[in-house]
């Protein structure tokens, strides 16, 4: 059985490092879970945190997943505008995501998100979204 989440993650990392108004900012730092120590701000993180597949007896399946997506920026300023290219990129936009061997036919942000951190004396800055993926 194909392994939808990582395909979902392959099209989502695919879509944001292609995305040329979000890539000149976060060039193709965009990481599935965890960013590596020391990468370069800004930078996108997406990890699933649900979703469910039916259990019908068609040949198609049908889920619906839910993604965390946010930016990691050193002001408030960027991550906004990270995230709000991130959205540009996927809101409403269910043809720019292909997922290997399923159609794609709901992309959209469900609720938005905002907070600050601060490490060592150091504000890190993260503003993102939870955006809702069904296909089949």
Not at 67 to 90: F, K, P, R, T
């Amino acid at each position: 059985m194909t392994d939808i989440q990582t395909n979902v993650g392959t099209a989502l990392y695919n879509r944001l490092t292609t995305f040329s108004a979000g890539t000149a900012l976060w060039s193709n730092r965009v990481y599935n879970g965890q960013a590596p120590a020391g990468v370069i701000l800004p930078y996108l993180i997406f990890y699933a945190i649900s979703g469910t597949g039916d259990e019908n007896n068609t040949p198609v399946r049908t889920f619906d997943l839910r993604y965390h997506i946010e930016a990691i920026a050193n002001s408030h300023s960027v991550a906004q505008i990270c995230a709000g290219h991130v959205d540009g990129a996927l809101h409403h936009k269910d043809s720019n995501l292909s997922v290997s061997g399923q159609t794609v036919f709901w992309v959209v942000n469900t609720g938005i998100f905002e907070a600050i951190e601060n490490v060592e004396g150091i504000q890190y800055w993260r503003r993102g979204a939870v955006y809702q993926i069904r296909l089949s």
